[in-house]
């Protein structure tokens, strides 16, 4: 499998990533999944069969069981990966339990090394923006933790772009471990961290993973205009991620549908495979309740689609152009001739 730079860092991962949002099922996660050690050992094996070395999670999934079953499944090849986790959720009642405050983050960073069983976090990601934490009370704790070898390298996820630009700043002034990485919702019908995310992390170096590839299934080709959802999915017990406007994104099915044939693969497949293509994406967190999805999803990986399939996407789910940015590409038109040839 294809490996990438993470961000400016020497380090080295998948293109497919395994997430674990599936692993405990406990709360609300069980709409997700449910799957125990015995299954997530096998979702481990398979996975380092194809060649991923990435495998994500986070303390919130199943109120920590999914780091729990994800240690155990691991074993002693715990260090033949690249073991990312997260912090920031709420793991209890008191007040300082949640968030992005120094006491938060190192009891959250001990917590999660305790039920991973491991003495290191490879990357340790901010789960999202806290509003009412300074900056640099956040970047000075993850700082202390790289420092102290408990944490390899930070990225954070779900920030808006000032979130992220003013935390590089913020590093770079006080001389503080940097982000290397954002984990962000990103898939074919979700496609507005094209806006700023995108060229932010181009500019700055900073690696992108996704999370829900596939919009919470409504990307696997199991949902078809005037069709209900199929009973037991996520998409029908929790929805997808973020608004999802219907009409237009049948549309993107339909185009999906036939590029996926073309290539005797899934739906999902080329879901995937759509994303592998786009600029500053370095892994995709695949995700599976069981086997068979999963060996569908690591096929993702092993084919390309045709640069006219590819445009045939591209234009299917091309989002609507808000404030400023039509007007940028207006005026860039008079510069770079490609935007002039989009019109």
């Not at 060649?51 to 303390?59: E, H, K, R």
């Not at 590089?168 to 471990?177: I, K």
Request: charged residues 25%; contains cysteine.
């Amino acid at each position: 499998m294809e490996m990438r730079f993470l961000g400016k860092t020497g380090l080295q991962v998948s293109v497919l990533s395994l997430g674990t949002m599936t692993f405990g099922g406990e709360g609300r996660f069980g709409a997700m999944g449910d799957l125990g050690v015995d299954d997530a050992r096998q979702f481990v094996d398979r996975s380092l069969e194809a060649g991923v070395n990435l495998f994500d999670t986070a303390d919130v999934y199943s109120t920590g069981l999914s780091e729990e079953i994800l240690g155990k499944a691991l074993g002693d090849r715990r260090d033949e990966i690249v073991l990312a986790t997260k912090v920031r959720g709420r793991m209890g009642e008191g007040a300082n339990d949640v968030g992005l405050s120094r006491h938060h983050i190192i009891s959250g960073c001990e917590a999660s090394l305790r039920r991973l069983g491991t003495d290191y976090i490879d990357l340790y990601q901010v789960h999202g923006w806290d509003a009412l934490t300074p900056l640099e009370e956040t970047l000075g704790a993850l700082d202390d933790l790289v420092r102290s070898g408990k944490v390899r390298y930070i990225g954070c996820s779900n920030y808006s772009a000032w979130h992220l630009m003013k935390s590089l700043s913020v590093s770079e002034l006080r001389d503080l471990e940097r982000f290397c990485s954002q984990q962000v919702n990103y898939s074919l019908v979700a496609r507005e961290l094209e806006n700023e995310l995108v060229p932010l992390s181009l500019d700055q170096g900073v690696g992108i993973l996704v999370w829900s590839p596939l919009a919470a299934g409504f990307l696997s080709g199991k949902f078809r205009r005037g069709q209900d959802p199929p009973e037991g999915t996520r998409l029908s017990a929790l929805g997808a991620p973020g608004t999802i406007d219907e009409e237009r994104g049948y549309d993107i099915v339909d185009a999906l549908v036939e590029v996926a044939e073309a290539h005797g693969v899934s739906p999902a497949q080329a879901a995937i495979n759509w994303l592998l293509r786009q600029r500053g994406v370095t892994s995709v967190i695949i995700g599976a309740r069981n086997l068979e999805q999963l060996e569908d999803n690591l096929g993702a990986a092993s084919w390309d689609m045709t640069e006219d399939e590819l445009n045939r996407l591209d234009q299917a789910s091309e989002p609507p152009q808000i404030y400023p940015y039509w007007h940028q590409r207006k005026f860039a038109a008079d510069r770079i001739p490609e935007f002039a040839e989009a019109g």
